[in-house]
């Protein structure tokens, strides 16, 4: 039976996230009332119209950028849904087994002071996420988790969880906010995200701790972003061991560029204690459909090279995998469930591998096309 302080504890983080959700749709509800009052205040004058409509889209984009950082540590051993709170089409929340005061798939904290952050025993490093537009929390978990391998999930990733402004249209400005201050060498204020990331740098390298970036979509930006301002602010030698990008809409090659010829060789202390020297990698993985990372947006985005793809006319922007999928669904436990997260006795096929199969094709000898690969540096290229 379960303690009172378990119940508690169980009943309060209930509560939280109920509220979280609350909120999330109370600022939905807010942009469309204020985009249908600013419609009325200005029918029949165009000028006031423009001016109410721009208002509205823009003001969720400035107070999410400005929407103090927060980073989660995400644990996840194996399961197949990559420890989501959903079901594999999103729609219905997953049961939770166990006696266990958890109120959430998987182990997901939040990190409130950086020192909880530590290298992996297994890897050496700190694997650290970026987030794409249009992903609350718990899709931003589940991206982490799909786009790292299972050595790295266990013994977890901090995303820097940047968050969806309230509309597809304020999203998209955002978007274009970070990608100007892309091609301008980060010289415009900085997002939250951003400034979370240089702080991470900061710590990594006053504690020699290596560094992984996990990137996607307009998380590239964001990490491409603090790379170039931590960098012409003198903070160089950041321990970056590699930077993996997923169908981002930065340019790679840029991103690489900045890391040989301005952030340069850092140091760092092995699992052992014994003190070396890196030089860092980035590398990109561009699905041939994604109309983010590939050239078919003709420089208006990630402008990068394709590295795979079966299909050409799909939808490949969320296909990206650490490791390619089992062929039966577990859970964390080791138990077979269905596409819902429920526990059944007999398994049942992968959605997920038919859909890498779909997307990457199912050669089984070619390995994981999906993973990233290297971008040589042209040495002595400035962005400056």
């Not at 718990?138 to 402004?165: F, M």
């Not at 960098?231 to 690489?256: K, M, W």
């Not at 140091?267 to 990372?293: M, P, R």
Request: negative net charge; proline residues 3%.
């Amino acid at each position: 039976m379960q303690s009172n302080s378990l119940v508690n504890k169980l009943t309060l983080g209930r509560v939280e996230k109920s509220y979280v959700d609350r909120a999330d749709t109370l600022e939905k509800v807010a942009f469309y009332t204020d985009l249908a009052l600013g419609g009325l205040y200005g029918y029949g004058n165009s000028d006031a119209l423009t001016y109410m409509g721009a208002a509205t889209t823009v003001d969720p984009v400035i107070r999410v950028a400005n929407t103090p950082a927060q980073v989660w540590k995400v644990i996840c051993k194996q399961d197949s849904l990559y420890c989501s709170n959903m079901s594999n089409d999103g729609e219905t929340e997953r049961k939770i087994y166990g006696d266990k005061a958890e109120i959430e798939i998987g182990d997901k904290r939040q990190i409130f002071d950086l020192s909880e952050l530590t290298p992996s025993t297994t890897t050496g490093v700190i694997t650290v996420s970026n987030n794409g537009i249009l992903n609350p929390r718990d899709d931003a978990l589940k991206n982490a988790i799909k786009q790292n391998s299972w050595e790295t999930n266990k013994d977890g990733i901090a995303v820097v969880y940047n968050r969806p402004t309230s509309n597809a249209v304020s999203e998209l400005i955002y978007a274009l906010y970070d990608k100007t201050n892309d091609l301008v060498g980060g010289r415009l204020p900085l997002t939250s995200a951003e400034k979370m990331n240089i702080k991470i740098y900061d710590y990594a390298k006053q504690n020699n701790y290596q560094l992984d970036l996990n990137n996607h979509s307009r998380g590239g930006l964001t990490a491409s972003v603090a790379l170039q301002r931590a960098n012409r602010e003198g903070l160089t030698g950041i321990p970056i061991r590699e930077s993996r990008f997923f169908g981002t809409a930065t340019h790679v090659q840029d991103y690489a560029d900045q890391l040989a010829n301005r952030n340069g060789l850092y140091k760092y202390t092995d699992i052992n204690g014994k003190e070396w020297e890196g030089l860092s990698k980035a590398k990109s993985a561009v699905h041939q459909a994604d109309f983010v990372g590939n050239k078919w947006n003709l420089g208006l985005m990630g402008f990068n090279k394709t590295t795979g793809g079966a299909c050409l006319y799909c939808y490949s922007h969320s296909s990206y995998m650490g490791e390619v999928p089992i062929e039966n669904l577990i859970d964390d436990d080791g138990y077979y469930i269905d596409k819902n997260g429920t526990r059944i006795t007999d398994p049942i096929t992968n959605p997920y591998l038919k859909e890498f199969n779909e997307k990457w094709g199912n050669d089984k000898n070619s390995g994981n096309p999906s993973l990233p690969l290297l971008i040589t540096p042209e040495i002595q290229k400035s962005r400056e």
